[in-house]
């Protein structure tokens, strides 16, 4: 079984093996729709009775191919692809919340998500609150309502580089009766697999490290299988019968890939966040080597971040790989394997020489992504973070003259070199 190898031959051999004379790469599966020659076949279909697939809105080979993979790779028992991070985020907490539900959520989150939170999901009426993720397990759940669902964090927030305590915020959320969502983009299954520590579901952006390469936007959900949708009776969406379905239902039916079930059945049914063939074919591409370059990441960028502590315009840094950072004891216990390719530090000058050394770079490239091969750096303030008055950049943990980092896979000695060049010419 490839469930029982090691993760490396997962990222290779994962979910697809070629037949006799088949191709030997994960072949993409182009089309919208598929033919069926009597009612009987279709109708299985739509009773969710068949695993074969009618509309690519719903569902196509080579991406199964690559829910299959994902699944393996965090170790889950199911996998649901979404156009984006945003959307398998989204999806995630509407498969389970409708208007008067709250969930839980630590602070140092994606932006994206934290507009999600704040802004889109609030207007739906579900109200999620934002905690410290450092706050005691006694204190986390003192926040749980009798309408609390989950509890979501990432295990390394972005862009604040904290790393979450998954085992404390796992038993906090089994007290609460409540699944743990963790959002698992920047260690990516190579370096965290949260599923281990006790998560229920994990979410990520595969537009980041899985595919790796800044080719295709997309997202992707694994669940646990280990979480008990009954107990309690605060999850009627997958223990009750569901009406677009004549009555199914999802939990009794579909067991350990019930919540994926449902994401797929009613979720990317309604609101169409299907993957595209082409981009779960690129994706998979990224993850067969997802283990080699991850460590390579957290190598180049514990390097660079060493470097840059003892640099003279440098001021701070923050990189959790870093002895003595904030979290490094979380991260020897979460991140074993290297704390990922994402750091921030802060140049001496505050936001007019963050600008300038920007435009110093040579080698690196500004862009708004993190995850790529290719290093690469943002100024917040200036550019992401630029609406925000100073003082709520502040608040946002933006300082005017933080430099986040995203290192890539060049030689490590050019890298620096560009660094040290960029910040020479600051003086
Ligand atoms: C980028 C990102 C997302 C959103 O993903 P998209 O693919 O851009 O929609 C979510 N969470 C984290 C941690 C991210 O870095």
Same mark, same amino acid.
């Given at each position: 079984?490839?469930?029982?190898?090691?993760?490396?031959?997962?990222?290779?051999?994962?979910?697809?093996?070629?037949?006799?004379?088949?191709?030997?790469?994960?072949?993409?599966?182009?089309?919208?729709?598929?033919?069926?020659?009597?009612?009987?076949?279709?109708?299985?279909?739509?009773?969710?009775?068949?695993?074969?697939?009618?509309?690519?809105?719903?569902?196509?080979?080579?991406?199964?191919?690559?829910?299959?993979?994902?699944?393996?790779?965090?170790?889950?028992?199911?996998?649901?692809?979404?156009?984006?991070?945003?959307?398998?985020?989204?999806?995630?907490?509407?498969?389970?919340?409708?208007?008067?539900?709250?969930?839980?959520?630590?602070?140092?989150?994606?932006?994206?998500?934290?507009?999600?939170?704040?802004?889109?999901?609030?207007?739906?009426?579900?109200?999620?609150?934002?905690?410290?993720?450092?706050?005691?397990?006694?204190?986390?759940?003192?926040?749980?309502?009798?309408?609390?669902?989950?509890?979501?964090?990432?295990?390394?927030?972005?862009?604040?580089?904290?790393?979450?305590?998954?085992?404390?915020?796992?038993?906090?959320?089994?007290?609460?009766?409540?699944?743990?969502?963790?959002?698992?983009?920047?260690?990516?299954?190579?370096?965290?697999?949260?599923?281990?520590?006790?998560?229920?579901?994990?979410?990520?952006?595969?537009? +980041?490290? %899985?595919? $790796?390469?800044? @080719?295709?936007?997309?997202?992707?959900?694994? &669940?646990? !299988?280990?979480?008990?949708? #009954?107990?309690?009776?605060?999850?009627?969406?997958?223990?009750?019968?569901?009406?677009?379905?004549?009555?199914?239902?999802?939990?009794?039916?579909?067991?350990?890939?019930?919540?994926?079930?449902?994401?797929?059945?009613?979720?990317?049914?309604?609101?169409?966040?299907?993957?595209?063939?082409?981009?779960?074919?690129?994706?998979?591409?990224?993850?067969?080597?997802?283990?080699?370059?991850?460590?390579?990441?957290?190598?180049?960028?514990?390097?660079?971040?060493?470097?840059?502590?003892?640099?003279?315009?440098?001021?701070?840094?923050?990189?959790?790989?870093?002895?003595?950072?904030?979290?490094?004891?979380?991260?020897?216990?979460?991140?074993? +394997?290297? %704390?990922? $390719?994402?750091? @921030?530090?802060?140049?001496?000058?505050?936001? &007019?020489? !963050?600008?300038?050394?920007? #435009?110093?770079?040579?080698?690196?490239?500004?862009?708004?992504?993190?995850?790529?091969?290719?290093?690469?750096?943002?100024?917040?303030?200036?550019?992401?973070?630029?609406?925000?008055?100073?003082?709520?950049?502040?608040?946002?943990?933006?300082?005017?003259?933080?430099?986040?980092?995203?290192?890539?896979?060049?030689?490590?000695?050019?890298?620096?070199?560009?660094?040290?060049?960029?910040?020479?010419?600051?003086?």
């Amino acid at each position: 079984m490839i469930k029982d190898l090691g993760f490396e031959t997962r990222c290779v051999h994962g979910a697809y093996k070629a037949e006799s004379g088949q191709p030997q790469v994960l072949p993409i599966v182009q089309n919208t729709t598929y033919r069926y020659y009597n009612a009987k076949d279709v109708a299985e279909l739509f009773d969710l009775d068949s695993p074969n697939h009618m509309y690519t809105r719903l569902g196509s080979p080579t991406v199964d191919k690559f829910e299959q993979k994902m699944a393996l790779l965090e170790g889950g028992t199911a996998g649901m692809a979404a156009s984006a991070g945003q959307a398998a985020t989204l999806i995630t907490i509407l498969n389970i919340c409708s208007a008067g539900d709250h969930v839980i959520s630590a602070t140092n989150i994606y932006g994206g998500t934290h507009n999600l939170f704040e802004v889109s999901l609030k207007r739906l009426g579900i109200d999620v609150e934002l905690i410290d993720q450092d706050l005691p397990l006694e204190e986390i759940v003192k926040h749980a309502r009798p309408n609390t669902k989950a509890l979501f964090g990432e295990t390394l927030g972005n862009p604040a580089l904290s790393v979450l305590d998954i085992e404390k915020f796992a038993r906090a959320a089994g007290e609460m009766g409540v699944p743990l969502i963790v959002d698992n983009t920047l260690a990516s299954p190579a370096l965290c697999r949260p599923i281990e520590y006790g998560a229920n579901i994990v979410v990520q952006s595969t537009t +980041k490290y %899985a595919d $790796g390469h800044g @080719s295709c936007v997309g997202g992707c959900v694994v &669940e646990g !299988g280990n979480f008990n949708w #009954e107990a309690g009776g605060r999850f009627p969406e997958l223990t009750e019968p569901d009406q677009s379905y004549h009555g199914i239902r999802f939990y009794e039916k579909f067991g350990d890939g019930a919540f994926c079930m449902r994401l797929k059945a009613v979720m990317v049914r309604d609101f169409g966040c299907t993957m595209a063939p082409m981009n779960a074919y690129l994706t998979h591409q990224g993850l067969q080597t997802l283990h080699l370059r991850m460590e390579r990441h957290s190598s180049n960028a514990l390097a660079l971040a060493k470097h840059l502590k003892d640099h003279p315009m440098v001021d701070w840094i923050v990189y959790p790989g870093l002895e003595g950072d904030r979290y490094h004891e979380l991260a020897k216990k979460y991140l074993p +394997k290297g %704390a990922s $390719g994402v750091l @921030s530090f802060g140049v001496k000058g505050g936001r &007019e020489a !963050g600008e300038k050394f920007l #435009e110093n770079l040579d080698l690196t490239s500004i862009v708004v992504h993190v995850g790529d091969i290719r290093t690469s750096v943002l100024h917040p303030a200036s550019t992401t973070h630029r609406q925000l008055s100073e003082e709520d950049q502040l608040a946002a943990g933006i300082t005017p003259s933080l430099i986040r980092v995203s290192v890539g896979l060049e030689t490590i000695d050019d890298i620096i070199a560009d660094f040290d060049q960029a910040l020479e010419r600051l003086k």
